[in-house]
């Protein structure tokens, strides 16, 4: 069966992942929204689909299409952070399912009114959590819960180089992306509570416009984390060589990432479309953590830091 898409968002840096993905899973994308119209990527998966500057002029389209009985059957959502749930209600009220970007939304309670709106409307809401379907990941998931009664100790460490533009876009904006351990940190709080199992402790050593670093207990680990996008906190061994080192070791043993997570929306559609998916409880988890974190009282001397903090 053919599935028919339109993608919010679309002359973003994740939305050629998308229409990839869509393309790559047999389905047609039809129409397009960004208020910028650097959207050539477009030419590369769907030329034929419609494209607006404008989200009434969208809106309009798929509400025709909807009426005339070709109603758009998911809408994927690549927009920023803080637009995700009401670009999610607009998926849903056009009787469409929507498949969202991470996060999928900045505080917990936003979730409660996206409940509200599937129950209403019978659609559902997809999260991107492509970590979930890393294989290196579901290995890990599967060594842990066969060690039920253990108790493991994380070192995370993510530093991703990003330019000053990043402080001037949106993501850097407190208010639009959720800050760093949000925008960056919210896929891996999301990948230990899935391995690890529930939270337990949430403690807070580091919090500016360009690092994040706290210390955080689950059922079965104890993790030391440390997020970055400053170059200046690469480790000296790569400094100058590559914008990125991301490190995660569960008692001392490195977690091999090869392929990073770049490639994984494919999947991720494949999964959604063969009846599986990640919905609102699966997203719950991580989105009350990042909640929480930021608006955590820093306290630098509880729990153990980790040693890029220091
Ligand atoms: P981006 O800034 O490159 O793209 C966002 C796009 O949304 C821009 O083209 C912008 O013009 C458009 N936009 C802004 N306001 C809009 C509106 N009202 N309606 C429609 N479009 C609007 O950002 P990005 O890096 O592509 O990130 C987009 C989303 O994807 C974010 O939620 C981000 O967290 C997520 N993301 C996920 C991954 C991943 O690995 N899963 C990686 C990067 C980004």
Known sequence: MTNTFALIGAAGYIAPRHMKAIKETGNHL?????????????????????????????????DKL??????IDFVSICSPNYLHDAHCRFA????????????LVLNPWNIDGLREIESQTGRKIYSILQLRLHPSIIALKEKIAANPN??????????TSRGKWYHVSWKG??????????????????????????LQKNQMH????????????????????????????????????QP?????????DEIE???GFTDLHTDSYKHILEGGGFDLDDAQTSIELVSTIRNLKITPHLGERHPFAD
């Open 257 to 259: 990432f090869s392929g």
């Open 206 to 241: 580091i919090r500016t416009g360009e690092r994040a670093a706290g210390y955080l207990e689950f059922k079965q680990a104890r993790v030391r984390w440390f997020l970055s996008v400053d170059q200046s906190d690469l480790p000296e061994q790569v400094k100058g060589k």
């Open 66 to 71: 909807r009426r005339r009985g070709d109603r």
């Open 30 to 62: 039809i129409a397009a929204l960004d208020p910028n119209d650097s959207v050539g990527i477009i030419d590369s998966y769907f030329p034929q689909a419609r494209f607006f500057t404008e989200f009434e002029r969208f809106d309009r389209h798929i």
């Open 150 to 159: 253990k108790i493991f100790d994380v070192d995370l460490s993510y530093i």
């Open 173 to 198: 904006a407190d208010d639009k992306s959720g800050g760093i351990a949000t925008n960056i940190g919210v896929h891996f709080y999301d990948m230990l509570s899935f391995i690890f199992g529930p």
């Open 244 to 252: 990125t080192y991301r490190s995660i070791t569960v008692d001392g």
């Open 92 to 103: 849903l009220r056009s009787d469409a399912h929507a498949i969202c970007e991470k996060p």
